[in-house]
């Protein structure tokens, strides 16, 4: 894959973050439109986000699918700060299409973290991701998902959150081995 | 002999222990990182794709209350 994919740094942030004024493109409509309210915001209208939420989900008849319909409407309720893109099901499988190797572990949230693709564009670190696609349970895809919302909440002013993440995954590795020694049962999550 | 014997046995079953330990660790780790991590240059080419769409005014900010 390539590393040299940068992206255009110019418009990641919105202008009103940046300083300046005025819409940062031309209205156009999402070529499916999900949902019962069509999409009317633009970047404009978060006052400084942080993050870039992408939700793609090619649409397989899954758990985790099922979940995530159910519950967006309170997980975009919780991030009302930071705007999230939904993919269209064409959109989304295109895309996939591309990225072979995230077959069947979607639906995929992907969190741009603005501030760190300011400093550094797509060559380092610049956000997470989530592949609901592989919890196979309903409570294992609500409880990531829950994770998920309160881990962007709690971490959204961060100031170095690549290396939050990394403690955080390190303290999940360690309490998994804490576990495993005490023949506790495997964790709902990633168990 | 019969004590070196079961000090053999015990060492045995200590290395598979242990192994079985960092197996189930490593296991565990490599499915937490499947599930959830950090976005780095192995993934600057869908996050291109996807900041593309986005600039280019494919998708905008989703303001809808369910994914119907």
């Known amino acids: 894959m390539s590393r040299s994919s940068r992206g255009s740094e110019s418009s990641r942030r919105p202008r009103a973050a940046a300083g300046a004024s005025g819409p940062i493109k031309a209205q156009a409509k999402p070529s499916e439109p999900r949902g019962v309210e069509i999409a009317s915001k633009t970047e404009n209208d978060y006052a400084t986000p942080r993050f870039r939420i992408f939700i ?136 | 002999m019969p004590e070196r014997f079961s000090d053999f046995v015990a060492v045995v079953m200590g290395a598979l222990a242990l192994g079985y330990l960092v197996f189930e660790i490593d296991r565990r780790r490599r499915k937490l990182h499947d599930v959830f991590d950090v976005l780095d240059a192995d993934d600057a080419n869908i996050t291109a794709r996807l900041e593309g769409m986005v600039d280019s005014g494919e998708l905008q900010p989703y303001a809808g209350a369910t994914l119907a």
């Open chain 1, 56 to 191: 793609i989900d090619s649409g397989w008849n899954s758990a985790a699918h099922q979940v995530l319909q159910e519950n967006f409407g309170l997980i975009r309720d919780l991030q009302k700060e930071d705007p999230i893109y939904v993919l269209s099901k064409e959109q989304s499988i295109e895309l996939i299409r591309h990225h072979q190797d995230r077959i069947g572990r979607e639906p995929l949230i992907a969190v741009h973290d603005l501030a760190a693709m300011d400093r550094s564009g797509t060559a380092g670190f610049h956000g997470f991701r989530l592949h609901l696609g592989l919890m196979r349970t309903p409570q294992q895809a609500l409880l990531a998902l829950q994770n998920f919302a309160r881990f962007l909440s709690t971490h959204r002013h961060s100031a170095d959150l690549e290396a939050e993440i990394r403690t955080d995954l390190r303290r999940e590795g360690l309490a998994g081995a804490i576990e495993i020694i005490l023949h506790h049962e495997a964790r709902e999550i990633g168990g």
